[in-house]
């Protein structure tokens, strides 16, 4: 993926087109990335919306990166990471747990046990399967979205790999 295929120097766009092209270009890839540390549709599109409120706000500061994309995706898996939180948070602060989720017509156990697991990984965890596994990115562009050390992402990927093995052998 070519993430200076539309900067804002470019003399033959707008501001409002080059920025819309970059919208329909990253906001799926965003969007995985969201929904994969999230688990919920509705906070993942809000992650997405802030990621881009602040990709407008900050705009010339994208036309100098080599790699706008990275600097998408680090903004979006904080905003992630930030929403769980204080999802959390809040659950706790009003003492009452999760609500349940109705389990499915049989056929789905093993769907389901894929989601258990899947939700007992960190968020680093969970964003650099979407990054890596889900869409193809390599450890190096993956530790350089998730603003980390290409060790650092190495480490997060053998985790989640390793619990996820456990938690589906367990199940």
């Known amino acids: 993926m070519d993430g200076r295929a539309v900067t804002a120097g470019d003399p033959t766009q707008t501001q409002e087109?080059?920025?819309?092209?970059?919208?329909?270009?990253?906001?799926?890839?965003?969007?995985?990335?969201?929904?994969?540390?999230?688990?919920?549709?509705g906070d993942a599109e809000d992650a997405v919306q802030e990621t881009m409120l602040?990709?407008?706000?900050?705009?010339?500061?994208?036309?100098?990166?080599?790699?706008?994309?990275?600097?998408?995706?680090?903004?979006?898996?904080?905003?992630?990471?930030?929403r769980q939180r204080r999802r959390r948070r809040s659950v706790l602060w009003r003492g009452?747990?999760?609500?349940?989720?109705?389990?499915?017509?049989?056929?789905?156990?093993?769907?389901l046990d894929l989601q258990r697991a899947y939700r007992r990984l960190s968020p680093r965890q969970r964003a650099m399967v979407a990054l890596h596994i889900d869409d193809g990115y390599t450890v190096k562009e993956c530790a350089e979205m998730l603003g980390c050390r290409v060790g650092t992402a190495q480490g997060h990927l053998a985790r989640a790999r390793a619990k996820l093995r456990r938690e589906l052998t367990d199940a």
């Open 17 to 41: 087109a080059a920025f819309g092209q970059l919208v329909a270009r990253e906001t799926g890839r965003l969007y995985r990335a969201a929904l994969a540390i999230l688990d919920d549709r």
């Open 54 to 82: 602040a990709a407008w706000r900050h705009w010339p500061l994208l036309d100098g990166l080599a790699n706008p994309a990275a600097w998408l995706t680090r903004v979006c898996v904080n905003h992630a990471i930030s």
């Open 96 to 111: 009452s747990a999760a609500s349940a989720q109705p389990e499915p017509p049989g056929g789905y156990a093993q769907l």
